[in-house]
């Protein structure tokens, strides 16, 4: 019986009851359907996951597939379908390293590249959606094999079609359009083009951005490392919130404000954390917020998911309390609740 405190980047959670590692789409397809009805769990990196201390009463199924396609055109650029399995930055490494342009910005997010489209994820001015030309699936509900284009999956901020839709489609692989170019598109984000000597509207090398993206995710704890505690974490461990005009309107004019398409605000979770009086460093048994970054939560070495989910709804009140604002989490949980 493996203990999934092994496979996590929180290094907590109980028993599977049932754990199988698979590498290919015919093994991924087979434990699926040997699982039947009962309760599945798919991990990739596990690292975007909370697994509560008894663990998962039903298969979890590890994939670790890292098939490679690929067609590189020198006018439409490069096409390249990447297995769930493959560790997101180190095919980011590759893209760079081999004149790609376009992911540079998503460098150091851990996880897998099947679980990107699935979180849409995104940093420093990009989300993923925006170089996925499909995302190939096993569906659950039908017993087969699907694929969607980039506008079937539903994409928004930090959410897709698979995410709305939990436990029914099994990504096996993903197809990403990159341009090639030494040069990134216009940095828009003022961290990021701060670091990089440049303004915001500015170009800038993409091995350099890729470089800069690595160094500002290291200052925060955000890289994971096998001798930091500090980066013991699931990454932010909450989205930013999407408010109205209106409720934007009640908060400190100093809080961050990036308008939406839609007319919403979008705000910022690590300040509002910050400024409802949690601090850096602040614990419950042995998880802590890190030292580092407030969206980090932490495992300083003995902690429990009991208690790291504790502190993520001590963080969620403050909020609350404070500027009438649920914070939604960013991370999976299982088998636990912060409501």
């Not at 509900?141 to 959410?159: I, M, P, V, W």
């Not at 000597?197 to 704890?221: M, T």
Request: hydrophobic letters at 40%; aromatic letters at 6%.
């Amino acid at each position: 019986m493996a203990d999934l405190s092994d496979y996590t980047s929180l290094r907590v959670g109980g028993p599977a009851k049932k754990f199988v590692e698979v590498s290919s789409e015919k093994e991924i397809i087979e434990a699926i359907e040997s699982a039947g009805d009962t309760p599945i769990l798919i991990m990739g990196g596990g690292t975007n996951i909370l697994v509560s201390d008894d663990g998962f009463a039903g298969t979890v199924i590890r994939i670790s597939n890292n098939k490679i396609e690929e067609e590189v055109d020198a006018c439409s650029g490069a096409t390249l379908t990447i297995g769930a399995g493959e560790n997101w930055d180190e095919f980011v490494k590759t893209t760079v390293a081999r004149g790609f342009a376009g992911l540079e910005t998503l460098s150091g997010i851990p996880g897998t590249v099947g679980a990107a489209p699935i979180q849409n994820i995104g940093a420093y001015g990009h989300e993923v959606s925006e170089f996925i030309t499909r995302v190939r699936t096993y569906d659950r509900q039908a017993k087969a094999l699907k694929t969607f284009t980039n506008e079937e999956c539903d994409f928004s901020y930090r959410n897709s079609h698979f995410k709305s839709h939990p436990g029914r489609y099994v990504v096996l692989d993903v197809a990403f359009q990159l341009r090639i170019g030494e040069m990134t598109t216009p940095i828009t984000y003022s961290e990021l083009a701060d670091s990089l000597g440049v303004a915001v509207g500015d170009k800038a090398p993409v091995q350099s951005c890729r470089e800069k993206v690595l160094e500002l995710r290291s200052r925060k704890g955000m890289l994971l490392s096998e001798n930091d505690h500090d980066s013991w974490s699931a990454g932010s461990f909450f989205t930013n919130p999407i408010i109205s005009p209106e409720a934007a309107a009640t908060l400190p004019v100093d809080a961050p404000r990036w308008p939406q398409a839609d007319g919403r605000i979008k705000t910022s979770a690590a300040w509002l954390i910050e400024h409802s009086g949690i601090m850096k460093g602040q614990s419950i048994g042995g998880a802590r917020i890190s030292t580092k970054h407030v969206l980090a939560l932490t495992n300083s070495g003995d902690a429990k998911a009991s208690e790291i989910a504790a502190l993520a709804k001590l963080a969620q009140e403050k909020v609350m309390t404070t500027f009438n604002i649920s914070l939604e989490p960013e991370v999976n949980l299982v088998g636990l609740n912060l409501l």
